[in-house]
């Protein structure tokens, strides 16, 4: 199995930048296949990214697209999300997945572990 840790959330204004990190340890982490996720307050989780194993292959949610970057380092066991001209409605906890059989990328279920999650709050 693998273990997850998000890190890179914080307060920031409208327009400001982040990037998030998630750190794996464990089993290789080339063998899965990689998503990020948001929960906001008094909503369900969402989708926000995903990236293939070997990071050919990248998708994202209409509400972050062209906004958001995601990316991975094998050698360093390690993905990112990189998060541009952030929004108050970006505001969300977010978590990093692992899957090692996911079909659609997009549903949180197909993913097989998860980080603890790191809260980013941007304000207007």
């Known amino acids: 199995q693998v273990q997850l840790v998000e890190s890179g959330g914080g307060l920031v204004q409208a327009g400001d930048s982040l990037r998030l990190s998630c750190a794996a340890s464990g089993r290789t982490f080339s063998s899965y296949d990689m998503g990020w996720f948001r929960q906001a307050p008094g909503k369900e989780r969402e989708f926000a990214a995903a990236i293939s194993r070997t990071g050919g292959s990248a998708i994202y949610a209409d509400s972050v697209k062209g906004r958001f970057t995601i990316s991975r380092d094998n050698a360093k066991n390690t993905m990112y999300l990189e998060m541009t001209n952030l929004r108050p409605e970006d505001t969300a906890v977010y978590y990093c997945?692992?899957?090692?059989?996911?079909?659609?990328?997009?549903?949180?279920?197909?993913?097989?572990?998860w980080g603890q999650g790191t809260q980013v709050t941007v304000s207007s």
């Open positions: 997945a692992a899957g090692e059989r996911v079909w659609t990328w997009v549903k949180g279920s197909e993913y097989d572990y």
